[in-house]
């Protein structure tokens, strides 16, 4: 059964956004995957990627050929790639990245070490995404909040 954190429950239901789980696995296969190109999958597809284990190393390459063989069967053009961390920033229970300090502190939360690594690896993975320029940030604090950072 898949476990979605409470930030995402305004989509969880209807699947319109990735959520964060499946946003780890993408991350741990390797594969760059737009909402657009997400937006083109069933349901039914959406909650398999959902579902598929995506640990160990086969479950890895089964989960990176779905997703690969989805994104070409919805778009006619191949899904792009992404690098593969060795060692990603969310399995690293020492370091808590620069990005995620510096938005805590916009909310006048001081990440500890000790707060840090108490976090899953999940919840680590997600205030990571969440704290990237790049991203839509509204629900860092949601998500401070329901890990019990503030």
Same mark, same amino acid.
């Given at each position: *059964?898949?476990?979605?954190f #409470?930030?995402?429950?305004?989509?969880?239901? @209807?699947l =319109?956004?990735?959520?964060m789980?499946?946003?780890m696995?993408?991350?741990?296969?390797?594969?760059?995957?737009?909402?657009? +190109?997400?937006n083109?999958? @069933?349901?039914?597809? =959406?909650?398999?990627?959902?579902? *598929?284990?995506?640990?160990?190393?086969?479950?890895?390459?089964?989960? =990176?050929?779905?997703?690969?063989?989805?994104v070409?069967?919805?778009?006619?053009?191949?899904?792009?790639?992404?690098?593969?961390?060795?060692?990603?920033?969310?399995?690293?229970?020492?370091?808590?990245?620069? +990005?995620?300090?510096?938005k805590?502190?916009?909310?006048?939360?001081?990440?500890?070490?000790?707060?840090?690594?108490?976090?899953?690896?999940?919840?680590?993975?997600?205030?990571?995404?969440?704290?990237r320029?790049?991203?839509?940030?509204?629900?860092?604090?949601?998500?401070? #909040?329901?890990?019990?950072?503030?």
């Amino acid at each position: *059964m898949a476990k979605f954190f #409470q930030f995402e429950t305004d989509f969880v239901d @209807s699947l =319109r956004c990735i959520p964060m789980q499946v946003r780890m696995k993408l991350d741990t296969c390797g594969i760059k995957l737009k909402l657009q +190109d997400w937006n083109h999958f @069933s349901t039914s597809e =959406r909650e398999q990627l959902v579902e *598929m284990p995506c640990t160990a190393a086969t479950e890895i390459a089964a989960y =990176r050929e779905f997703v690969s063989n989805l994104v070409v069967e919805h778009t006619g053009t191949p899904a792009k790639d992404l690098p593969i961390e060795e060692h990603p920033a969310w399995l690293n229970v020492t370091t808590i990245p620069d +990005d995620v300090s510096e938005k805590a502190e916009e909310f006048q939360v001081k990440l500890t070490p000790d707060k840090w690594a108490n976090l899953t690896p999940e919840q680590r993975f997600a205030l990571i995404k969440l704290s990237r320029p790049s991203h839509e940030n509204k629900n860092f604090l949601p998500a401070l #909040q329901e890990f019990n950072l503030n």
